[in-house]
């Protein structure tokens, strides 16, 4: 049996090593990423997760919704609009709890202009 010299242990180590470095890298940046999810998902992410069964099918999932938003555009409201809305919205939900199908039926005064 012959015996490996110096330097192939040496790039041997080097190998290993730069593998447990990519590793390392790469995981740090998956939970980065998980991290941001949540952040910007809310219990959305925790619903993603436990609607599709794995995190990973959830993240993936999610991701393609910011990709698909992005291509939208999304103006804010003008204050007075925000607050029409949030009545409407309130109207709504309190109509809903009254009577689910009514409040999903019923036309809203909501206007996109």
């Given at each position: 049996?012959?015996?490996?010299?110096?330097?192939?242990?040496?790039?041997?180590a080097?190998?290993?090593?730069?593998?447990?470095?990519?590793?390392?890298?790469?995981?740090v940046?998956k939970k980065?990423?998980?991290r941001?999810?949540?952040?910007?998902f809310?219990a959305?992410?925790?619903?993603?997760v436990?609607d599709?069964g794995?995190?990973t099918k959830?993240?993936?999932?999610?991701?393609?919704?910011?990709?698909?938003?992005e291509?939208?555009t999304i103006?804010p409201?003008e204050?007075?609009?925000?607050?029409?809305?949030?009545?409407?919205?309130?109207?709504?939900?309190?109509?809903?709890?009254?009577?689910?199908?009514?409040?999903?039926?019923?036309?809203?005064?909501w206007?996109?202009?």
């Open positions: 049996m012959q015996t490996l010299d110096t330097q192939t242990w040496i790039m041997i080097g190998g290993v090593v730069l593998v447990l470095i990519a590793v390392a890298v790469w995981l940046y980065k990423q998980s941001r999810l949540q952040e910007r809310g959305e992410y925790g619903r993603s436990n599709l794995s995190r959830a993240e993936s999932e999610l991701k393609a919704r910011e990709k698909r938003v291509g939208f103006l409201l204050p007075a609009e925000a607050a029409r809305f949030s009545q409407t919205w309130k109207d709504l939900q309190g109509r809903f709890i009254d009577s689910p199908q009514g409040a999903s039926s019923r036309p809203t005064s206007s996109v202009s």
